[in-house]
């Protein structure tokens, strides 16, 4: 039985059905503060849909971008006093070590924007070449109007879409451009930012080109699956598709997938509020495995509120996997396993997946004629990405 996930362009649940080899590309962090909640539960939704793909036997190559230039890091930068880079380096490793202490799969691939100005150069020569763009006062914009297609993954009505380009640093209100909806490929840098030699001029690139180039560079120019944040289908992964097929001329994305926003205690979670809930504070206060759990209670397109007697439930649940694990036997593993294996292949179905798992755990801890049932139970966690063979912190 095939995958079926809700695709964002076409509105609707459908089979995701792949060749042996998955290609993944997910949004990455830009690199100027922690990773918070919203993070985690955003990427712990791709690491439970590589872990499911690879229980069903494909290989998936996961790439991960880390944008450490644009125009959130740099204000950052200057307002800290620090070099970008600097303040870059520091947040990615932060954000490494709080993916890895909650079993987050490592990507294939992380490529940096930094790093990769060549291959964005080139990507933005080709939208050029093929009559996309037009440059106004040192800016090359890329022209919406050029391309019919824009809006068909949002299917936002064009009054929207201004309304987020202005909270999203859109600037629909740039005088310059043709369609408010235009965006940047390339500008020139301000006196104290990075700069980098190109035919439109010294400066540096737009935030949604950087993503374009590092998916195209490292899985080609079609990609199975793109994933992320609901705040990025507009107009982030808007912006991705019609630069990225006006440069190659082919389908950018096999399957659109979304993430939604996580809240606390009744408000959006956001910087500006300053109410994130930082990963690495709950990581001193209780088991990583915990905050997973905690985490998987909610299905991946229904936005949450996180509350602080959350990491309860997945604490208390923890500990009922860990006991169960170590009991001598149990029932016949095999119904609990498929249907853990059947509720994740419903649209990655994690509450049920998690609420079937805690079931077979509770048969177990009753007993059973079946002496493998509690390494089933651990193996099928592990699959879920919980190893339960360490203590309990």
Known sequence: ?????????????????????????????????????????????????????????????????????????????????????????????????????????PAMAEPRATESIQE????????????????????????????PSFGELSHYPQDHMISLARQRGGNPDDPNKRHPLDFVLWQPSADDEPSWVSRWGPGRPGWHIECSAMAISALGPTIDLHGGGTDLIFPHHECEIVQSESATGKPFVRHWMHSAMVAYEGEKM???????????????????????????????????????????????????????VR???????????AAIGAALDNDLDAPR?????????SAVLSGGPVSQAPEALADTARRLGLELGDPLL
Not at 120 to 138: F, R
Not at 277 to 289: A, C, G, H, K, N
Not at 353 to 361: G, P
């Open 120 to 147: 964005i150069i080139a990507l933005i020569g080709e939208i050029e070449a093929n009559g996309h763009t037009y440059m106004i006062d040192g800016v090359l914009y890329f022209d919406v109007m050029s391309k």
């Open 353 to 361: 997946a998690l609420r079937l798992l805690d079931d077979f755990a």
């Open 270 to 324: 956001s910087k500006s509020l300053g109410n994130l809930v930082f990963v690495s504070d709950l990581l001193e206060q209780t088991d990583p495995r915990a905050i997973r759990l905690a985490l998987m209670m909610h299905h991946y397109r229904a936005g949450f509120e996180w509350h602080d007697t959350d990491i309860e439930e997945g604490e208390a649940l923890l500990r009922r996997l860990y006991l169960a």
């Open 1 to 105: 039985m095939a995958i079926r996930l809700y695709e964002t362009a076409r509105r609707a649940v459908v089979p995701f059905e792949p060749g042996p080899v998955v290609s993944m590309y997910v949004c990455g962090i830009t690199p100027y503060d922690a990773t918070h909640l919203g993070h985690a539960a955003t990427y712990l939704n791709y690491d439970l849909l590589i872990r499911r793909l690879e229980w069903l036997g494909h290989e998936v190559r996961l790439v991960r971008n880390i944008t450490d230039v644009d125009d959130s890091i740099l204000p950052k930068a200057r307002q800290l006093g620090v070099h970008y880079l600097d303040l870059a380096a520091r947040e990615t490793d932060r954000f490494h070590r709080d993916m890895t202490a909650l079993n987050m799969r």
């Open 327 to 337: 009991c001598p036997d149990g029932p016949d593993p095999a119904p609990y396993v």
